[in-house]
């Protein structure tokens, strides 16, 4: 029977890992004398993993081992390096030269220039097995649409809005998709909730920039942005539902940390100390439930989120009772040994969710 191909290369690279820790452990248990494969079964066994490693390193280009997987880090690294350097590249090539030109060319210039990246995109797409010159096309293709629909603007004086960001966010969100990239799937996710929040401030009656105005228009778009990876079901790419859960966290538990600085800017009619009283003990009580959500569903990402933002939180506390009154030295004494205190808890309910069994 043919074994199915896995959807992408991170369910690839899973399986790949999943062999090599196969062969591992079963190499250790026959050394333990715990467990005597058969030579013929062995062998059948050894073919078949060979076979699917070909098929994974032809089909996905996966890290067949710790050296690769190194590699593949500093290729990453490089590769987003080279996106952001293109990027700056074109960005300053045309601010150089861009007075020389009649209006025509420049809106040729910008026309060839969003075309001409998302062709190159397209074609490394699907003539790239690693992925990471598709994904540097991609990062350039972006800024190279950005920068096309601001200097549009400029150059036939239209009014700022905030259809901008929603087209910026189409096209991050696909590149995205179509490129498995994280990095552009967190510039589609900002795109869309500035342009959400946009047109919640015109509905108010604010101007559509004014974000700082009243953080609480940020509210509603945080639960969508954490469930909507539950909604759509990402089953080919998995690795983006960390992404929506942090940028849900962040987009919430900051809006909070503003309101519990800056009471004026609620909607809520108390006393502003109440107001940010209120939203202090908020901002705990959030960042604690993303901490137990996270542990309860094994979402390492939201954990972490939730144990910075519950920190952050904690040391503007801190900051407000304790900065004035004691030493310098005492303060941050105090705030190293209520860290330490921290990470034991953690360290406690880490090990508390071990199954029975395990050390």
């Known amino acids: 029977m043919t074994t199915p191909l896995p959807s992408s290369r991170q369910a690839a690279q899973q399986r790949t890992d999943q062999i090599h ?10 050394a333990d004398a715990v467990l005597a494969l058969p030579e013929a079964q062995r062998a059948r066994l050894a073919a078949h993993h060979q ?3 070909a098929d994974y390193a032809r089909l996905f280009d996966v890290d067949h081992d710790s050296q690769a997987r190194r590699l593949s880090l500093g290729m990453r690294i490089s590769s987003l390096f080279g996106a952001l350097a293109l990027a700056a590249s074109v960005f300053f090539l045309f601010y150089q030269f861009w007075g020389h030109f009649s209006e025509t060319v420049q809106v040729a210039i910008l026309a060839t220039a969003s075309l001409a990246t998302l062709g190159i995109t397209a074609w490394l797409r699907n003539h790239d097995a690693s992925g990471y010159f598709a994904r540097l096309a991609a990062l350039l293709a972006f800024a190279c649409f950005v920068l096309n629909v601001v200097m549009l603007g400029q150059i036939f004086n239209i009014t700022p809005s905030p259809q901008a960001f929603f087209v910026w966010a189409a096209l991050a969100l696909l590149l995205a998709y179509v490129c498995d990239l994280r990095l552009l799937l967190v510039a589609g996710l900002v795109c869309a909730t500035c342009f959400v929040t946009a047109w919640i401030n015109v509905w108010s009656g604010l101007p559509w920039s004014a974000f700082d105005t009243r953080p609480e228009h940020f509210f509603p ?4 942005l954490f469930c909507l990876p539950q909604w759509l079901r990402h089953r080919q790419r998995e690795n983006f ?22 009471g004026d800017h609620s909607y809520l ?3 502003t100390k109440i107001v940010e009283g209120a939203y202090q003990l908020s901002g705990f009580a959030l960042s604690a439930a993303a901490i137990w959500l996270g542990l309860r569903r094994q979402w390492a990402e939201t954990v972490n989120t939730g144990v910075v933002f519950f920190l952050i939180f904690l040391a503007f ?3 407000d009772w304790w900065w004035e009154l004691l030493p310098k030295w005492a303060f941050f004494l105090l705030v190293g040994l209520i860290a330490l205190a921290c990470l034991l808890a953690l360290k406690r309910l880490r090990y508390g969710n071990i199954p029975q069994g395990e050390t």
């Open 21 to 30: 820790a196969f062969t591992r452990e079963l190499a250790q248990l026959e």
């Open 51 to 53: 076979a699917l490693l």
């Open 221 to 224: 778009i945080a639960p969508l």
């Open 241 to 262: 539902m960390p992404v929506y859960h942090v940028c849900a966290l962040v987009v919430l538990l900051l809006a909070i940390l503003v309101l519990s600085k800056n």
């Open 269 to 271: 009619g108390w006393n």
């Open 317 to 319: 506390k801190f900051y």
